[in-house]
């Protein structure tokens, strides 16, 4: 299991992050709402957007993070934030937003989950999706040929699994169809200038680069990385203004229910 998340390392790329976040709210056709949750909400970006969306709703956010919790809370203090994991959410009154912003790629088992997270809306209400499709880009990929250097490879066994290989889009519309009066889901690849390799390892480190280095001590981070931005060389190139682009493809969801 990796360690906490950290919401200053997150948030150093806050604008590119939420970028995602306001083209997902875009998508959600809901305007007269009473109740909205912000589900893996993170430092609370993603809930700030709610909160302007919805100024007269129920707006609160859970996530299984304290320090993103504490983050969240210090960004908004009169936001109801709990430290709480999606897998046991249990819910007093039925919501009329759902929003997984850039989360459930953490989460096994989507063929139960999300038809369970529909049936905590009311009748009309939308479950938004926004999920990072980047398994098979090279950014990923080099995490795990890295990973199975002799030097760590038996710690680093389990770092891939942390991460749920997400479906396809028709597998997503077939699983929430049956109870949803609409289903929209579309891909979108964003490009995210950075510094260099080095903004790539920097994006990453709070991310997905988290199951890996976490469990590795000092000396061999620094190695890993190492050999990890070897990697990254063979496919991203430096242009000469020092700047490095990130095509980062993401799956969006909006459905909404019958």
């Known amino acids: 299991m ?5 919401p200053a390392k997150y948030l150093q790329f806050g604008d590119h992050r939420t970028r995602p976040a306001i083209d997902l709210l875009g998508a959600v056709p809901n305007e007269d709402v009473e109740f909205v949750t912000d589900i893996g909400c993170g430092p609370g970006n993603s809930t700030e957007l709610l909160l302007a969306r919805y100024p007269k709703a129920r707006v609160a956010g859970i996530d299984s993070s304290p320090s993103m919790i504490d983050a969240a809370r210090a960004r908004l203090p009169k936001v109801e934030f709990e430290v709480q994991a999606i897998e046991d959410w249990r819910l007093e009154e039925p919501q ?9 790629q953490w989460l096994p088992g989507h063929r139960a989950l999300l038809p369970r997270l529909v049936n905590l809306l009311k009748s009309g209400g939308t479950l938004a999706i926004q999920m990072p499709d980047n398994l098979d880009e090279p950014t990923h990929r080099g995490m795990r040929e890295v ?19 997400i479906e396809s889009p028709q597998n997503y519309y077939g699983m929430l169809r049956p109870f949803c ?29 988290r199951p890996y280095l976490s469990r590795l001590d000092a000396s061999e981070k620094k190695a890993y990385l190492a050999a990890y931005r070897e990697t990254l060389a ?24 019958l």
């Open 234 to 257: 063979r496919h991203y190139p430096v242009l000469e203004d020092g700047t490095t682009l990130l095509p980062f493809p993401r799956l969006f969801i909006v459905a909404t229910r």
């Open 2 to 6: 990796s360690s906490d998340w950290s």
């Open 181 to 209: 009066r609409r289903v929209e889901v579309w891909r979108t690849i964003y490009h995210h200038p950075l510094k260099g390799l080095d903004g790539i390892i920097d994006w990453f480190s709070s991310t997905g680069l």
């Open 96 to 104: 009329d937003v759902i929003f997984a912003n850039a989360v459930l």
């Open 147 to 165: 990973a199975r250097d002799p030097r760590w490879a038996g710690r680093l066994a389990e770092a891939d699994a942390e991460r749920t290989s």
